[in-house]
């Protein structure tokens, strides 16, 4: 707890406190601290008199500002012609939260930037004054077929200027959270220094109804986050109505982020309300106003304002002074309060501080769009709305420039003093913004042993999800690169089989380890450390995909390219958090996914939420996975080297692998030479039976099928090659745009008989590549829902057990001899 600065008074206050308890009961003193923990008043933490200097030329600023506020909105009206249109109203509201940054705090070395996706058209025409983006550019909005500008920050589409995707709501702030962290993770492993880095997100106040907004507060104050800081943008609207119609938003977040132990700053009225706020009667009755009926202040006239909000007090303005002031004198439509706010909120240490800034959607887009329920499917403005605009802003834009069907755009020119002034805070603050650079080097390829001791097999019965395990905890042992690894687990490392990294590679926390461990005595006891190597998330696949994409993005987010390593149970990956593996996509992520306790028949006595059956088919739609489903240990040790070429080489892609391993213990036989091209690409034969027919089969299903073929030949004498599939949504991707002969025809050519697939997944997983195969085609899986039960049963109950492969395997060969 902090220093207390006057200890009598605090005695005073338990002391009445103590009095309530004993004659009213512990309840009514936790109610009392409860509504005080709770309630607020509604003013600026900085108030005016207390506001630093501003540093900046204010009036050049302002200039800038209306430079940008009028490309922003001349864009979006320009590319309403094709039907694109774009969002007017967030920009205009939070034009000064950025500009202030741009100006005076985000530092293009050093900082990470989330910024609020349709906030977009603002940081282009930012951009378009600076010089980073052409007219023609801008003209191209939305067109991408044509190279223009994508529609929000997407990393994939622009690589050389956004950093981070964030209109997917809600995980920005998520991943704000677990980058700020992430940072520190670097700096404490002796990675890179971090130390000034600093990240920012900017919020919406409606977006934070999304879960993920508030997933990870308690982690960003837990671990004392002071290089992270929300700007939340409180204009009171949703996409399509009031955020909190009833009730007050900003009190609510002030308690959600003070509860859970931020810094919180406010910036809520612009200096017009200083004549105002001294009336504790006044603040009083703000502090009950419910937004939905501020939102109607800010649309209505003083009179009605008056009598709603004033009525009984001394307000020496008048009814027009009242409707300017009420209706729009907001913190965030003033630069010198939205500084005064980042400053104090920079100063506070120790914790993640949020800023609570309320504004005016749509603000200065004249009376037909501000705070209007429908401003955000407002596409464009009329030329007499622009006139308007024009005026507001004090552009030197002639009438007859205003006549055409379209509004130009606005520069005031290269050497202009507006223009200079902008490049030169730039260049004081570390270049460009946002920026996104790739100056990472490749990696050195890691020693051949840790591969070896896969391809050699074993006897011995080993899952496949712990052969990945083992061979991830030799890699981190690699003079060059062991370092890189980053091992990430939701929970339950134990389950995979990670405990012997805690003692040696040891988990990382902040705080090291403030406590003795229950299991200190054992060999593989529980250990943290400031420089721990693993991150042991807990419960919360979100936060560990959070994490994922830090370190996944690394390479060019810091330089260092960093390998993560998350492994979760598959049945809570692509289903549960198939949104951030898309961003991830987005945001040019690199790193192993790894889908353990695989497969729908697997997961013995679980039952149907822990039974994976299509997470292979849901990675298969992402463009930038690929994914494996392998068979066997040296087909995973086989992948992984391969993985760490494409992503980490010397001419590396911005892809990232799914790995689905197996938690069932089985032999695991040596590589049998010639295979690894045919492992790569999807498919090779694993063991020739005679030619009558062909099973194909993935995962662990290549054990029911080598049984089958086994039963096929003692009974029927019918010879079956079994063939190993490594990954049936690579072949199909080879397949679809292969200019020759796609390689799944390459490797069953000369194949005669029927093929039969066969998986732990549901048959379209498989089906993937039936229009590439010219043979007779069955396909067995496991649709439908999991059940607990045994593997055999379960198995027995889907159809994919030894006996009833062969027999499809059997009808499938006399089906074709009919014909």
């Not at 005695?11 to 003193?29: K, N, Q, T």
């Not at 909190?244 to 003070?258: A, D, K, Y």
């Not at 011995?460 to 003079?479: E, I």
Request: aromatic residues 10%; negative net charge; charged residues 25%.
């Amino acid at each position: 707890m902090e220093k207390d600065l006057d200890p009598q008074e605090t005695a005073e206050w338990l002391e009445s406190l103590e009095a309530v308890r004993r004659s009213a009961g512990s309840e009514r003193a936790d109610y009392l601290l409860r509504r005080l923990a709770t309630s607020s008043r509604p003013i600026n933490t900085v108030p005016t008199a207390e506001e630093p200097p501003y540093p900046g030329d204010l009036a050049l600023e302002e200039r800038i500002s209306a430079y940008d506020r009028w490309n922003a909105a001349v864009m979006i009206t320009r590319g309403s012609k094709y039907g694109l249109g774009g969002h007017l109203a967030t920009y205009a509201s939070a034009a000064w939260l950025y500009e202030v940054g741009f100006n005076h705090f985000f530092n293009g070395e050093h900082d990470q930037i989330y910024f609020q996706g349709h906030a977009s058209p603002g940081i282009y025409a930012r951009a378009f004054l600076e010089g980073r983006l052409s007219e023609a550019q801008l003209d191209l909005f939305r067109r991408e077929p044509e190279g223009g500008l994508p529609s929000y920050p997407h990393p994939r589409s622009m690589p050389d200027f956004w950093q981070f995707p964030t209109v997917s709501m809600g995980l920005g702030p998520l991943n704000a959270v677990y980058q700020a962290r992430f940072n520190r993770y670097l700096h404490d492993r002796g990675i890179k220094d971090t130390s000034r880095s600093h990240v920012w997100a900017f919020l919406g106040d409606g977006e934070m109804d999304e879960p993920e907004s508030t997933a990870a507060l308690t982690l960003a104050a837990r671990e004392g986050l002071d290089n992270l800081t929300f700007v939340i943008n409180c204009n009171l609207q949703r996409l399509d109505g009031p955020v909190r119609g009833n009730t007050s938003i900003v009190q609510e977040l002030e308690s959600v982020f003070r509860g859970a132990g931020w810094h919180v700053v406010k910036a809520l009225w612009g200096h017009e309300w200083d004549g105002l706020l001294g009336s504790d009667e006044l603040v009083a009755r703000l502090a009950q106003v419910p937004d939905g009926q501020f939102q109607t202040f800010a649309a209505s006239t003083g009179g009605y304002i008056r009598e709603r909000l004033f009525q009984g007090l001394d307000v020496p303005y008048s009814d027009e002074e009242l409707r300017r002031v009420v209706g729009g004198s907001r913190a965030g439509h003033e630069p010198r309060k939205v500084y005064a706010a980042y400053r104090r909120a920079l100063a506070n240490k120790g914790a993640p501080t949020v800023v609570l800034v309320q504004t005016v959607k749509g603000w200065m887009l004249g009376s037909g769009i501000e705070a209007r329920n429908a401003n955000h499917q407002m596409k464009k403005l009329t030329q007499d709305e622009f006139r308007v605009l024009r005026d507001r802003l004090g552009l030197p834009v002639p009438d007859e420039a205003l006549e055409g069907e379209l509004p130009p755009y606005a520069h005031p020119g290269p050497d202009s003093p507006e223009a200079r002034y902008a490049a030169e805070r730039r260049a004081a603050l570390g270049g460009a913004v946002p920026r996104r650079t790739v100056a990472a080097e490749p990696l050195p390829e890691p020693g051949e042993r840790a591969f070896r001791a896969l391809e050699k097999g074993s006897t011995q019965p080993v899952a496949t999800t712990m052969a990945l395990v083992r061979l991830v905890k030799d890699l981190m042992k690699d003079p060059e690169t062991g370092r890189r690894w980053v091992p990430i687990v939701p929970d339950e490392a134990r389950t995979f089989g990670m405990e012997s990294l805690f003692p040696t590679a040891k988990i990382y926390s902040p705080l090291g380890q403030r406590y003795e461990s229950v299991d200190r005595e054992l060999l593989l006891a529980y250990k943290e450390a400031t420089d721990g190597q693993l991150l042991i998330e807990g419960i919360t696949e979100a936060g560990s995909m959070a994490s994922f994409a830090a370190a996944a993005s690394s390479y060019a987010t810091h330089g260092e390219p960093m390998i993560p390593f998350y492994i979760f149970y598959a049945m809570f990956g692509f289903q549960r958090t198939g949104d951030q593996m898309w961003a991830l996509a987005d945001q040019l992520g690199r790193g192993f996914l790894v889908g353990a306790t695989a497969g729908r028949t697997t997961m013995t006595g679980e039952g149907l939420q822990h039974a994976d059956g299509h997470s292979q088919l849901l990675a298969s739609a992402n463009p930038a996975c690929v994914a494996y489903d392998p068979a066997f240990a040296y087909e995973v040790g086989t992948i992984v080297r391969d993985g760490l070429r494409r992503m980490y080489g010397t001419t590396p892609e911005d892809v990232f692998y799914y790995l689905t391993v197996y938690n069932e213990p089985l032999p695991q036989p040596a590589m049998p030479e010639g295979v690894e091209e045919g492992i790569l690409r999807g498919i090779y034969r694993y063991k020739e039976g005679g030619g009558q027919a062909n099973l194909l089969a993935s995962g662990t299903a290549i054990h029911w099928a080598l049984e089958a073929q086994r039963m096929l030949q003692e009974d029927y004498g019918l010879g079956v090659d079994v063939w190993s599939v490594t990954s049936w949504s690579e072949l199909r991707r080879d397949a679809m745009t292969s200019s020759g002969v796609p390689y799944i025809r390459q490797a069953l050519a000369g194949a005669q008989g029927p093929v039969i697939a066969v998986s732990d997944w549901m048959r379209a997983v498989p089906d993937q590549i039936r229009p590439w195969i010219d043979q007779p085609w069955t396909s067995l899986g496991t649709d439908g829902f999991g059940l607990s039960g045994t593997r055999e049963s379960v198995r027995r109950h889907f159809g994919v057990d030894p006996r009833s492969i062969a027999d499809a395997v059997f009808k499938a060969v006399e089906e074709q001899a009919r014909h």
